[in-house]
């Protein structure tokens, strides 16, 4: 028998929603104990969050000073000194764990599995290639431990109710010190939904035409209690920060409503929206690709349409 | 820095169209359009606008793969990279084996920097570069947007979900570019006659003392279930009346 480890995504403070949706990714290994790592300078608080998740075994709590940031050259002895008592070895899609996982695995000597959007069994996997353009079942060999990456948008977060044990451990790793964390700067975005975890996400595009016309998008998305999302092009035309950037090198989101504005709808940026439950277009061409997967299209100006939907929402 | 080796994978072409075999065996790739992954162009230009700054001596390109892989590695030439090394196998190796081929180029040309590309865009991996720079034990800097080079240090601007976010780390490091590092440039024709008589020489994998392993099998190759058309509304009225019967609204 197996046990899974769950690396957990944080900011020092507050659990990422990420973490609960890997723990639903390992409730499908059924018959395997879970058990979710925190790495952090002090991680009171991230554990107490973790260990009201569902399903959770026991939450290892380990503080270093080292791991104020997360900096995956740092992270990585760690979990893989801590994995030689698992068979199976997790964490989310995100650009946390897309960087950190890989030098996880390396360390171990085995490879890793990217994107698993469903389990098939402990050592099967189905994941997307070609920005979802195709769907791979791949399996690893029986004997490797399973060192992969969840792609969080295919799994809802777990549910809370848990009551797992938290338990502090030190590790005898010796950690480099060559990489320094000197800052992130964010958009914050005021305090809206989370772009990943949001049930409503309103995105522009390039059509939306600039940074201040953009206080459209942001006005209806506040309306609706949505998080607000852009196509690439929006982002490298400066429109908006990359961290609203949805598509295949951006965020991957399965919000219940997808309101695209002004996107003509580019493969790379469907890959992005694909799990969404509804998806909304509205273009003014009626040719864009876009219209080809929304569930309801709508074509017109967005300068007309915004003003009348906030009227009528 | 004596050189930046920056590796250029040979991959499907970005416009084309993906099609999956009716048997599921893989994606069709026979007269389809090749070209070098969008994302390692990207590293190869930044590493020759560090170059042009005079903080490298020379660039060389590395590329693994059958034959073919030849033309990238003159792309990659005709772009403006020095030299190229081609290390020839017919297998296809996963993201582990490329990291230890790479580690053998590395040892013989002690690079300051490698760079890549933070995906190819058929594997979707997002693994080669940080199973490297672990490998190497040296710093990784992945999905990078801004990079500068100061002596023996560098600083990196990351594009992570939270926004951007700075590192500064040590050389020799391994950088892995995203999208908005730069804009590579065009190749014009002379560069493509000079790139043919630039050096490229072949290394067979054997020779690296390599032997491949298969750890992930892929069973099953499927098209991804596609979303249909739905209805298209007039006006704004009708869409939300629309959203409000679907309960979304």
């Not at chain 1, 290892?60 to 104020?68: L, M, S, V």
């Not at chain 2, 230009?45 to 892989?69: F, M, N, P, Q, W």
């Amino acid at each position: 028998m197996g046990r899974i480890l769950v690396i957990a995504e944080h900011d020092g403070s507050e659990l990422n929603p990420s973490t609960a949706r890997c723990l639903s990714c390992a409730g499908d290994f059924s018959g395997l104990d879970c058990d979710v790592v925190v790495l952090a300078k002090d991680g009171k608080r991230v554990c107490e969050q973790a260990a009201t998740l569902h399903d959770v075994s026991t939450v290892i709590r380990i503080d270093h000073d080292a791991n104020e940031h997360a900096l995956a050259a740092v992270q990585a002895p760690q979990i893989a000194k801590l994995a030689e008592d698992y068979s199976h070895v997790l964490g989310p899609s995100t650009t946390f764990g897309k960087d950190l996982m890989p030098r996880v695995a390396a360390l171990l000597g085995v490879a890793q599995v990217s994107d698993i959007m469903s389990v098939i069994s402990p050592h099967s996997f189905q994941r997307p290639i070609f920005a979802g353009n195709a769907i791979v079942t791949v399996e690893t060999r029986a004997q490797d431990m399973v060192v992969a990456t969840v792609r969080t948008a295919s799994y809802q977060a777990t549910a809370d109710g848990g009551k797992a044990t938290i338990e502090s451990r030190a590790l005898d790793v010796e950690l480099p010190t060559h990489t320094r964390y000197r800052g992130t700067s964010g958009s914050g975005d005021g305090g809206r939904p989370d772009l990943q975890s949001a049930s409503i996400v309103i995105s522009g595009g390039r059509g939306v035409g600039s940074e201040k016309n953009f206080a459209l998008i942001y006005q209806l998305a506040d309306r609706l209690g949505a998080a607000v999302g852009a196509s690439r092009a929006a982002v490298d035309a400066g429109y908006i920060a990359n961290d609203h950037q949805v598509g295949q090198t951006g965020k991957i989101i399965s919000p219940d409503l997808y309101i695209a504005i002004g996107i003509s709808g580019a493969i790379q940026h469907i890959t992005g929206i694909k799990d969404a439950g509804t998806i909304v277009a509205i273009n003014k061409d009626a040719d864009a690709p876009i219209f080809e997967i929304a569930d309801i299209g709508l074509v017109g100006d967005l300068f007309t349409i915004i003003p009348e939907l906030e009227k009528l929402l | 820095m004596d050189r930046i080796l920056v590796c250029l994978k040979r991959a499907v072409d970005y416009n084309v169209r993906i099609r999956v075999k009716t048997d599921g065996s893989g994606v069709i790739t026979d007269g389809v359009k090749m070209s070098v992954n969008p994302f390692d162009e990207i590293a190869l230009e930044e590493a020759l606008r560090i170059r042009e700054k005079g903080e490298t001596g020379e660039v060389v390109v590395v590329s693994i793969g059958t034959d073919a892989c030849q033309q990238q590695l003159r792309v990659g030439l005709a772009m403006g990279a020095d030299r190229a090394i081609h290390v020839r196998t017919d297998q296809a190796l996963e993201p582990l084996d490329i990291a230890r081929v790479l580690i053998r180029i590395a040892e013989a040309e002690k690079p300051g920097l490698i760079m890549l590309g933070k995906q190819a865009i058929d594997g979707d991996n997002n693994q080669t570069g940080q199973m490297l720079a672990a490998l190497w034990e040296r710093p990784q800097a992945t999905f990078v947007s801004e990079l500068t080079i100061s002596g023996a240090t560098a600083t990196a601007v990351r594009e992570v979900d939270a926004g951007l976010e700075t590192i500064e780390f040590e050389l020799p490091a391994v950088v892995t570019s995203d999208l908005r590092l730069n804009e590579p440039r065009y190749v014009k024709m002379p560069d493509i006659m000079k790139a043919k008589r630039k050096p490229l020489t072949t290394t067979e994998l054997e020779e690296l003392g390599i032997t491949p392993q298969t750890r992930v099998t892929v069973l099953q190759t499927a098209a991804p279930p596609a979303r249909q058309k739905g209805k298209m509304v007039a006006d704004a009225a009708e869409l939300v009346a629309e959203l409000k019967r679907m309960d979304l609204a």
